[in-house]
């Protein structure tokens, strides 16, 4: 009886050390696998990087991790100079295999996701204007709402108001509503798919070529292409998939 016990001790501090190897080996890959993929993605900072599955230790002999997961901050868009946030940012990978020098890996699949608030879509509209959301029915159409002060927004959007007309403008706000959608993996495009009735003589051009915009998300891994973009209550979610995804080499 007192072997038995003393057996079943041993398994147990044997196995608590096992497990206790085995996360701190997880640790070390994480801290690595974030330092391969910044160099080889062109990073400006290490992602944070989980590694799941247990145990980790079986996965590194067999060459191949199950799930990867990592997550980036510090992503932004860029339209004519103007910055965005992007929020949000995650890679999912599968099934990723690895040399035994650690030098490569790839991902069998890989689905990423990314956000920017109405909030932070604001910070390259014409000032004075607000980008919001636009309703479910225009939503399901993948569009946003523009809105503002009219004169404020045409002043903000570089359009002079001749004196005859900026009385016309007093109390009218300006509702217009665009289409998003992603070009090249990695570009949002807004164009104007509506313009209220502006009163100023050649301003409805003049207002499309400053609604109509790209915001070109800085930051992505090159490995991670958007494919889809969706309008919500808070703001636009992209998401995006891709195979045999290289993460390092």
Request: proline share 3%; glycine share 10%; net charge negative.
């Amino acid at each position: 009886m007192r072997a038995l016990r003393t057996l079943l001790i041993l398994v147990v501090v044997f196995g608590g050390l096992f497990v206790a190897a085995d996360r701190v080996a997880v640790y070390f890959a994480e801290d690595q696998v974030a330092s391969k993929i910044r160099s080889s993605q062109g990073l400006g900072s290490d992602p944070k990087v989980s590694i799941n599955g247990f145990p980790f230790l079986t996965q590194v002999v067999n060459t191949s991790l199950d799930d990867v997961e990592v997550s980036l901050d510090g992503v932004s868009a860029s339209a004519d100079g103007q910055a965005v946030r992007v929020t949000e940012v995650r890679a999912e990978l599968k099934d990723v295999k690895f040399d035994s020098s650690f030098s490569t890996a790839t991902a069998a699949t890989a689905t990423g996701s990314a956000r920017i608030s109405y909030a932070d879509l604001t910070g390259s509209a014409p000032h004075g204007a607000t980008v919001g959301y636009a309703g479910a029915e225009r939503a399901a159409k993948g569009q946003v709402k523009l809105s503002g002060p009219m004169g404020e927004v045409l002043d903000g959007a570089g359009i002079d108001i001749p004196a005859a007309f900026k009385s016309l403008l007093d109390g009218k706000d300006l509702t217009a509503y665009s289409t998003v959608s992603l070009v090249d993996g990695d570009t949002v495009r807004l164009k104007a798919a509506t313009l209220p009735e502006l009163y100023v003589p050649g301003a409805e051009q003049r207002m499309r070529d400053v609604v109509d915009y790209d915001l070109k998300i800085d930051g992505l891994p090159s490995s991670i292409r958007l494919d889809k973009v969706t309008a919500t209550e808070t703001g636009l979610s992209f998401s995006g998939t891709g195979t045999d995804v290289s993460l390092a080499g």
